[in-house]
């Protein structure tokens, strides 16, 4: 294991760590990689962990993946998810007050710090004591408990986040949070995290479609997008002095698609509501026939939920499309799987998927479609979503063929791509790695919106 970290060719400038339970604290992780030299560890799964350490994350990864594919059961799935819920449950916002006493689940993790948990993985690092990133709490407190001699940095991955995501004893950690939006900022006070202590950088967006600080790939996309979910050109006229300031007369004249109307369902790493992949597809059937959508349907790298979606399209009688306009692509590792991902996005107008993380991805301009989120921080990033104005929750999905083409026909998708490309931040990569490398940065300032 150290020779593996320590031998790799190539600059590195920060250790990026993440831990491959469910695609959220990977998918920000992947988007940093590049501070890293193209490499992220994962704390829960990296080689020469010690059996005792692996042990307590596999047992915890299992029991949440578990409980997520359960919860669609009728009672038990329900009471089973709401017992675990609970356990990091973030609590009301207003009024405010001091929320900083710990909670069971930090006095846990606590616990078992103090009997050896991560002492070797922050012995590793200390060999070469870059910053150290880190997209989940956990791997933060280690090196905060084991006094690891870099810089700690933690970047939170949800709209608002419970009282787990703060040390035992914030007023003397050393944890540097990376916050995802203002609420969370806020949040961490009411934790008790000193304030020089919070960054507001935004999520944390993968770079190669934003394409630089100004952004030049994301606004010949977005104009792209634009084109497809504004056929009347409804929002175009309505929008069109807006649209000329912010993405210049001569790309907003020239814009036209490059593909067709492109929808993007995304299934979480439990791979729950992949049922609901095949409720939609079923009903746009008859419109990835006549080739007035295409339908990416993405499992990630569960190979059981990509067969499960192609003998669905077969039965739809869509086998002659698949991989045209049906895709259901399948992927070998986690790195393949997030590069992947990325590449469908570049040509996604649509991305219905729960509100997990991938709520942030509004900032890219895709307009997204809810599907019922799953645990409390979903429940606040669906908030967010819907406050900033990027999603909408999913209507009946066996019309959507209906109502997805009467919310496109009227521009009102149109609209959202472009709330969410103006509300949400699009540039937190770029602000991290600015504040962990100590330069200026030439990216604006968030406000602080809550």
């Not at 010690?50 to 596999?58: Q, T």
């Amino acid at each position: 294991m150290s020779e593996h970290l320590h031998q790799k060719n190539g600059h590195r400038d920060a250790w990026v760590v993440d831990v491959n339970m469910g695609y959220g604290h990977s998918r920000a992780a992947y988007a940093l990689k590049d501070l890293s030299n193209g490499e992220v560890l994962s704390a829960n799964d990296y080689d020469g962990i010690p059996e005792s350490d692996r042990k307590i994350w596999r047992d915890s990864r299992k029991l949440y993946e578990t409980i997520s594919r359960m919860k669609p059961l009728p009672v038990v799935g329900g009471l089973l998810f709401e017992a675990l819920d609970r356990w990091q449950e973030i609590p009301d916002f207003y009024p405010r007050r001091d929320l900083s006493r710990p909670n069971l689940q930090v006095r846990q993790i606590y616990h078992l710090i103090k009997k050896g948990f991560g002492r070797h993985l922050v012995e590793l690092f200390s060999k070469d004591p870059k910053p150290l990133i880190t997209t989940f709490f956990i791997p933060a407190f280690f090196a905060d408990a084991f006094e690891y001699p870099g810089d700690i940095y933690c970047v939170t991955t949800d709209a608002d986040i419970s009282r787990s995501w703060a040390p035992l004893d914030p007023q003397r950690s050393r944890i540097k949070y990376v916050a995802s939006n203002g609420r969370v900022v806020e949040r961490l006070k009411l934790y008790g995290v000193r304030e020089e202590n919070i960054f507001l950088t935004g999520f944390p967006l993968p770079k190669e479609l934003i394409g630089g600080p100004q952004a030049e790939t994301l606004k010949d996309a977005l104009c792209q997008r634009l084109c497809n979910l504004d056929p009347g050109g409804i929002f175009g006229q309505r929008y069109a002095r807006a649209l000329n300031a912010e993405l210049g007369p001569a790309r907003c004249r020239l814009a036209s698609s490059d593909h067709p109307l492109t929808l993007t369902y995304s299934v979480g790493g439990a791979g729950a509501q992949r049922q609901l992949g095949v409720l939609l597809l079923k009903s746009l059937k008859s419109k990835i026939a006549q080739q007035k959508i295409r339908l990416n349907l993405v499992a990630g790298v569960r190979k059981d939920a990509a067969r499960f979606y192609r003998d669905a399209v077969e039965e739809c009688g869509l086998k002659k499309l698949l991989g045209a306009w049906v895709r259901v692509p399948e992927f070998q590792s986690r790195s393949a799987y997030f590069s992947g991902f990325n590449d469908l996005l570049s040509t996604t107008d649509l991305l219905w998927t729960k509100p997990s993380e991938l709520s942030f991805y509004c900032g890219l301009g895709i307009a997204i479609i809810m599907a019922p989120p799953i645990g409390s921080q979903e429940e606040f990033n669906r908030v967010w979503l819907d406050y900033v104005g990027g999603g909408v929750p999913q209507n009946d999905p066996k019309y959507t063929s209906e109502w997805l083409f009467d919310w496109i026909d009227s521009g009102g998708m149109a609209r959202m791509a472009w709330n969410g490309y103006v509300e949400a931040p699009t540039h937190g990569t770029y602000r991290i790695e600015d504040l962990v490398l100590g330069r200026k940065s030439e990216i604006h300032p968030l406000p602080l919106i809550v």
